[in-house]
């Protein structure tokens, strides 16, 4: 069973638009890890952040959110006021104890920003 | 500055020709771990090393092997490479929960 599923496979806006990214997660793990990862076109797998279960703060930085939802399983992710410099493939991933703090990657969500 | 560095970034080889890709890292992790992501598709989980203890994925074929001398460097075999074969392989190292990805090796195979 998918553990992390990223509903939106492209994404297309128009530089300065806001763009928000899904992702839903299943575990059964009381304790567990939620991240974000870009991957531009080089190919590089950029960390971008990093929650624990227990930290339900929404996190600002920059032109990005994300906003944590335990009650639904969420972990959205937000680009405000988008640039070309986004254009990426986004991925959302869980790391749980009883999966030895493996990475579950979501199928990930291209996002395209136009000039 | 590089934390996790791989060698070489592009890489070519010839079907059935036994190929080795490099990873280093400078963050002094005690966990390194070997992906192949191919095209539009999630990285996917070869290997990983807890220090020297070796965990190899179920569904990882035989062809795939993998090396980690001493906890800075990892290497990644693969015996006899098919066109299947042809992907980014992904070097990452994790210290703390959080997996620092290097940039990647692309694998052609002809």
């Known amino acids: 069973a998918q553990k992390v599923t990223q509903a939106q496979t492209e994404i297309s806006v128009v530089e300065k638009e806001d763009v928000t990214l899904d992702c839903v997660y299943e575990t059964r793990d009381t304790t567990y890890y939620l991240f974000w990862y870009k991957q531009p076109p080089s190919g590089e797998l950029v960390f971008l952040i990093r929650?624990?279960?227990?930290?339900?703060q929404n996190e600002i930085s920059g032109r990005y959110s994300w906003n944590f939802q335990k009650s639904t399983s969420s972990f959205n992710f937000t680009i405000t006021a988008s640039q070309v410099v986004d254009s990426a493939v986004y991925f959302c991933?869980?790391?749980?104890?009883?999966?030895?703090?493996?990475?579950?990657f979501g199928a990930g969500t291209t996002v395209t920003v136009r000039a | 500055d590089a934390m996790v560095i791989q060698n070489p970034r592009y890489q070519v080889t010839q079907f059935g020709k036994p190929v080795t890709l490099s990873c280093s890292q400078t963050l002094n992790h005690n966990v390194m771990y070997w992906y192949q992501q191919k095209s539009s598709q999630a990285p996917k989980l070869l290997f990983h090393y807890y220090d020297k203890d070796f965990n190899n994925e179920a569904d990882t074929p035989d062809n795939f092997q993998s090396r980690r001398p001493n906890t800075s460097f990892c290497f990644l075999d693969i015996r006899s490479p098919g066109l299947g074969d042809a992907a980014m392989y992904l070097c990452a190292t994790s210290g703390q929960n959080e997996q620092y990805f290097g940039p990647g090796t692309r694998l052609t195979v002809t």
């Open positions: 929650r624990n279960s227990f930290d339900e």
């Open positions: 991933a869980l790391s749980e104890p009883t999966n030895d703090y493996k990475l579950s």
